[in-house]
């Protein structure tokens, strides 16, 4: 039988160059301000032809819709629902250093939110949406930068190594290492629709994690970039349904009785699912605070829980205006789902209850809007209390936001569970 290698990945997140002097620094919104969105999104096109950026689609535009919704795998956020979800002022597609760079300078050039794609996998929309859907949503005014251009996998099959662009697809990298070798692999998910950049950020494990640990246990080095356009490497850093899901993780087994009113509970419920992930092994070789994936030793398996639903289920509409998509089967089969976790609580992680967040879950709390800026720095203590700590746990959450401190203290890349920085 051949022996496998596991090939170790250098991660370009996001190239950027960092010597672009256009367009000048962002002008942004005071406090309790509204700029004026028309012209902040009219700005926009202008500053990216300028700079050299063609492939982009302003809202309204023919190609706009397509775009937008080419990778989006969850109805609830898709065109069924609009109006009630917020939509982007255009969609950007980047193929390469330069355009990035420009891209993301441009948006903040034009006072606009960056939302950065890659799969467009996220469970809450946050890659493509503005969040949560409450009262200020509507008018923050934000620009989806697609990653699908900037999809390039280079594998050196002689030293096991690749440089993934985060635009890549699981399935791209996949095939790209099959290709150049019978005896590489790579330990990431199943699903081969889902984005490098989003899936290994946030761990990222599949089917050989316990044999080869995480995906991003396997990354030697990624490029990354800050909202100024600054280049951060290693050595500078030193189908068509709606969805929603949850997640838990397990660290003591779980009583033959309790098991068997769980799986009763689950047989007089809609149709869902629950997915049992096994952990330990060479996951649990890492020490928790190691990365900010923390759900090292002494986790037995991770749960994902999760409903799905078509148009018209129980009177569902194709999203209907509810918020949740789907009309009110799509609220009835959330509710139900809600109501699953609660009774799970016996039997999972405790203080904190702990969540994956590639697995992103909204109700675990959210980032507070007013306008176009965040909340003042009490966002920090909320978002620690709640999903920050869930996530990352409280020290791993504590060192992420000196991170962003660091690299982005206007908080030019956020979303509704985006890492809040400290106001200094």
């Known amino acids: ?24 620094p962002l002008t942004a919104c005071a406090p309790g301000q509204h700029c004026d969105d028309r012209a902040a999104a009219g700005s926009l096109p202008s500053c990216l032809l300028a700079t050299g950026v063609r492939n982009f689609s302003l809202a309204g535009s023919p190609a706009y819709d397509a775009l937008l919704n080419f990778s989006i795998q ?18 950007v597609l980047p193929r390469g250093r330069s355009e990035l760079t420009s891209a993301v300078l441009c948006a903040r050039h034009a006072s606009l939110r960056i939302r950065v794609r890659s799969g467009g996998h996220s469970y809450e ?78 761990g990222g494990f599949g089917l050989l994690s316990r044999k080869f640990k995480l995906a991003a246990d396997n990354v030697l080095d990624a490029i990354l970039v800050d909202a100024d356009g600054r ?31 769980i799986l009763r509970y689950l047989a007089g419920g809609p149709a869902g699912y629950v997915i049992l992930d096994p952990y330990g092994g060479a996951m649990a070789r890492e020490g928790s605070g190691d990365t900010p994936f923390p759900h090292r030793a002494g986790n037995l398996y991770s749960v994902q829980y999760g409903v799905t639903w078509e148009a018209g289920d129980d009177g569902g509409g194709g999203g209907g205006g509810d918020g949740g998509g789907g009309g009110g089967g799509g609220e009835a089969r959330m509710a139900w789902l809600r109501a699953l976790y609660a ?12 969540a994956y967040v590639n697995y992103v879950d909204l109700d675990l709390g959210t980032n507070a809007l007013a306008g176009n800026v965040s909340s003042p720095s009490s966002s920090v203590s909320r978002a620690r209390s709640t999903w920050g700590s869930a996530y990352f746990s409280p020290a791993n959450f504590d060192r992420l936001v000196g991170a962003k401190t660091l690299i982005d203290r206007s908080n030019v890349f956020s979303n509704a569970q985006s890492i809040p920085p400290l106001q200094i």
């Not at 699908?148 to 050196?156: A, G, I, L, Q, T």
């Not at 050595?235 to 068997?260: C, F, L, Q, W």
């Not at 009774?343 to 702990?354: C, E, G």
């Open 231 to 261: 280049v951060l490497d290693r050595s500078s850093m030193g189908e068509n349904h709606y969805a929603k899901s949850k997640s838990d993780y397990v660290r003591s087994p779980i009583a033959r009785g309790a098991v068997a009113a």
């Open 74 to 91: 969850n109805l609830r956020f898709a065109l069924p629902a609009a109006g009630a979800v917020p939509r982007p002022a255009a969609v």
């Open 343 to 354: 009774y799970m609580a016996p039997h999972v992680s405790k203080n904190p209850r702990a």
């Open 1 to 24: 039988m051949r022996n496998t290698t596991i090939l170790l990945l250098a991660l370009l997140l996001t190239l950027l160059s960092s010597s672009s002097t256009w367009p000048p």
């Open 125 to 202: 929309g946050l890659s493509y949406t503005v969040g949560d859907g409450g009262d200020d949503a509507d008018r923050v005014r934000f620009v989806v930068i697609d990653l699908m251009r900037m999809n390039r996998v280079r594998v050196d099959a002689a030293s096991a190594t690749a440089w993934v662009e985060s635009g890549a697809t699981l399935g791209e990298i996949y095939y790209a290492v099959a290709s150049s070798s019978s005896s590489l692999a790579f330990p990431a998910g199943s699903c081969s629709t889902v984005g490098a950049g989003g899936h290994i950020s946030g």
